[in-house]
């Protein structure tokens, strides 16, 4: 094995690993963390931002960024609980839309569109809210439930995504686009790769998953409010980043977007058992990002 | 002859593979030592060892103190002056502040040492590549570096700016400094040589005088004996392939024909800016132009379009191997199916990547290879497409003589297939030895065109003429 793919190995293993100490950590010092219902209430927490984290992959694989995720939704959380789910779905996909279309031809670097569209899309939250939440029909509530008694609905669908992601990464000619756009985007330009076109389709996928992550929110809340997902698109950069992706782009895989979404989860949850109060789990859950991205960086030094 | 660097038995390793074996190297001052070898030879690795950014297996270096290495890349910051970059690090200072006026009194003392003259006040982005060298060779200076390690300098610079550089170097040899040159540019070496040392595959397999032959130090350097430097096999034109005609972009390119048939390689000289990459780069789709066509096997293609030119069978390997021709984050197959992405076939990749001669696996990362590997990589992913025209702009540049000598190859296959090859290049021997014909360009228009068998002079002079406006 060349040093690379040793070097790969333990990058990728590396936050599984400190998924592993983390959760014994826990374990030890509160032996109900390893409860079943304990650990599906996990995974059922670790959906939202997972699902939002891989379509924010794609993004960050291609070189780019996505801030307006948590407006987009929470905006499709209210569009869905107003009229019906799928149409959510379609508003968050023109989102990303818009972001892609301010990128590729509007040639705005991806921070500023997306920053645009995360006041924008928060403010028509807002307005058409008019400040209240909203309850969900059944279809989206049926998003938030158990389908049976341990089986909650969320958890299948973070792993669809995981799926999904998974096989547009490495199975489609977008996924090798979006790393070839991300690696040295003037190479992928003259091999003939529509560059602008495949941006298009990178941003409306993340509007898409984050839509998505909208309703399985609103699902599990019974409602959707204008305050909703504030701030979630922080913590799913800091999933992918934690996965191991460079923000540089290039680098990045949907396991390691799902650990480290795991993380964040195992790490919240652990918090609260332990009885932690809130205000300093912020301030661990940031240490711990920081430690994460600390160690990528020294194994790869 | 005082030694300034006396390095012992230098051995490294980087996993399995060992980089370094054994070498012994003494640095004199006042001599100009080449370090010679192709790609992957080791002399990177030399160097930085020499540096101190690795640290050697085994093996003792004295007296590195005293040392600057000029990298390829510079360190400059382009958004800094000239004066704020030649301090940088240690900038002058009075009562706590940055002291601009003694920083800019002392400048031009500094730049003086290496012939530059430039205001101190200018940004260094505004500057050329050459002068951007002398302001990193001034700063090493400044250090009192008493060796300085120049890591293939001229790979970026004209033929004037070469000379003013060899110039320098002799000037600074002179003065007591000693000077590690590396260059793949074996005229430079016979140039200003005083001793070589010839790498290959980590180890130092001669030391060599001032005045050893070319073919000497091709054959130590690759091993073997090279029989010829330039074997293109000539092949019998067929129809056109390639139709350039009138193209024109403003202030850059006018009315340039350019044709290119079936089994044909045509050349194109000049000198840097006489706009040959500018006109391949048009005619490929990857920027616009004002008037005139470009027809592929008869058919015109639309204007600024990469996709419908690859689609008619068009296919450019860009000058800058790092920048435009590689996905570096990924794998040399990755890199290799880039251009076929959507019809891809792992049979043909592997046939691909074993013709090619690649050193290193398929799933090895790109960026792990040599010079001329990685250059063979960005050749392969055309010649999976199969284009029936293939622009080389600059195939050549940093890869070893022993790697050129299979890209040539590759070249003689490719029109011996029935395609065309237009071959951009600034290595005349290179230009005029491969070509069939020799376009030569200056000031963006067509000087003239010379058949197979030209002369150095005769390409020059077309290359270097007025055009009346």
């Known amino acids: 094995m060349s040093t690379i793919s040793i070097r790969k190995y333990a990058s990728e293993n590396g936050a599984l690993a400190g998924l592993v100490v983390l959760a014994l950590v826990i374990a030890f010092m509160q032996p109900a963390f390893l409860n079943a219902q304990n650990l599906l209430n996990v995974g059922v927490q670790a959906a939202v931002i997972a699902i939002m984290a891989f379509g924010m992959t794609f993004v960050v694989v291609a070189g780019g960024i996505d801030l307006s995720v948590g407006s987009i939704a929470a905006l499709a959380a209210l569009v869905g609980a107003l009229t019906a789910g799928p149409v959510g779905l379609v508003v968050g996909a023109l989102c990303g839309l818009v972001n892609g279309a ?48 341990m089986l909650p609905l969320p958890l299948l669908l973070m792993l669809a995504f995981f799926g999904i992601t998974g096989l547009v990464l490495t199975r489609t000619n977008l996924g090798r686009r979006m790393y070839a756009i991300g690696g040295n985007e003037e190479a992928a330009k003259l091999s003939g790769i529509d560059v602008r076109r495949t941006k298009l389709w990178i941003y409306a996928l993340s509007g898409l998953f984050a839509a998505a992550a909208g309703l399985v929110l609103a699902g599990r809340l019974g409602s959707a409010g204008p305050q909703a997902a504030v701030g979630y698109e922080l913590d799913a950069i800091a999933a992918v980043v934690i996965g191991g992706a460079s923000l540089s782009g290039g680098v990045g895989r949907a396991t390691g977007t799902l650990v480290g979404a795991l993380v964040l989860a195992v790490l919240r949850n652990g918090l609260n058992l332990l009885q932690v109060p809130p205000f300093w789990q912020q301030v661990v859950i940031g240490a711990v990002i920081a430690l994460a991205a600390l160690l990528d960086s020294l194994r790869r030094r | 002859m ?23 190297l003494d640095i004199f001052a006042g001599e100009v030592h080449v370090l010679l070898g192709e790609n992957g030879a080791g002399k990177s690795t030399l160097v930085k060892v020499l540096a101190g950014i690795h640290d050697q297996d085994s093996g003792t270096i004295e007296g590195r103190t005293s040392l600057a290495v000029i990298h390829q890349e510079l360190a400059l910051v382009p958004e800094l002056s000239v004066a704020e970059n030649l301090f940088l690090n240690r900038l002058p200072r009075r009562f706590g502040f940055v002291d601009r006026a003694g920083m800019r009194r002392r400048a031009p003392e500094l730049l003086d040492r290496v012939g530059l003259h430039v205001d101190p006040n200018a940004k260094v982005k505004d500057l050329g590549i050459a002068q951007q060298q002398m302001i990193e060779i001034a700063r090493a200076l400044d250090k009192n570096a008493g060796v300085l ?54 180890r130092s397999v001669g030391v060599l005088g001032p005045r050893a032959t070319t073919r000497h130090m091709i054959e130590l350097m690759v091993g073997r004996p090279i029989d010829e430097q330039y074997p ?115 049979k043909r990749l592997h046939d691909i990547a074993g013709k090619l001669r690649i050193k290193g696996r398929v799933e090895q990362p790109v960026k792990e290879l040599s010079g001329g590997n990685q250059q063979k990589v960005v050749i392969g992913k055309w010649l999976l497409a199969d284009p029936k025209v293939l622009i080389l702009d ?41 070509s069939d014909r020799v376009v030569v360009m200056a000031h963006g228009r067509v000087a003239g065109e010379l058949p197979r068998g030209a002369t150095q002079d005769q390409v020059m002079a077309l290359a270097v003429q007025e055009i009346p406006a």
């Open chain 1, 102 to 149: 301010l990128i590729s031809y509007g040639k705005l670097p991806p921070f500023i569109a997306t920053l645009a569209m995360l006041s924008v899309a928060r403010g028509l939250t807002l307005v058409f809210s008019e400040g209240q939440p909203h309850e969900t029909d059944e279809v989206v509530t049926f998003l938030g439930s158990n389908l049976a008694p």
């Open chain 2, 394 to 434: 600059e195939p050549t540049r940093g890869v070893d003589v022993g790697a050129k000598v299979e890209i040539y190859e590759l070249i003689n296959r490719m029109t011996a297939q029935g395609r065309a090859v237009l071959l951009v290049s600034s290595d005349l021997p290179e230009v005029i030895g491969m």
């Open chain 2, 149 to 202: 390690i120049l890591d293939e300098p001229t790979a970026v610079l004209t033929d004037t700016e070469t000379d003013r550089l060899l110039e320098i170097m002799a000037q600074l040899r002179h003065n007591g400094v000693g000077l590690v040159f590396i260059t793949h540019h074996l005229d430079e070496i016979q140039r200003i040589a005083d001793r070589i040392t010839v790498l290959r595959d980590g």
């Open chain 2, 2 to 24: 005082k030694t300034l660097i006396t390095a012992r038995g230098i051995t490294k390793h980087f996993g399995a593979t060992k980089a370094l074996d054994g070498v012994d």
């Open chain 2, 232 to 346: 293109r096999a000539r092949q019998r034109p067929g129809q056109p392939l390639l139709s350039i005609s009138g193209l024109t972009k403003r202030g850059v390119f006018q009315d340039v024909d350019i044709e290119v048939h079936a089994g044909e390689v045509v050349g194109i000289a000049g000198l840097v800016g006489a706009g040959r990459t500018e006109v391949a780069r048009a005619a490929f789709g990857v920027d616009g132009y004002d008037r005139g066509t470009v027809a592929v096997d008869g058919k015109p293609l639309p204007r600024h379009d990469v996709q419908a030119a690859i689609k008619a069978g068009l296919g450019l390997v860009p000058e800058d191997r790092k920048r435009q021709g590689l996905v570096l984050t990924a794998t040399v197959g990755q890199n290799l199916e880039l251009v076929t992405l959507a019809n891809r076939d792992s």
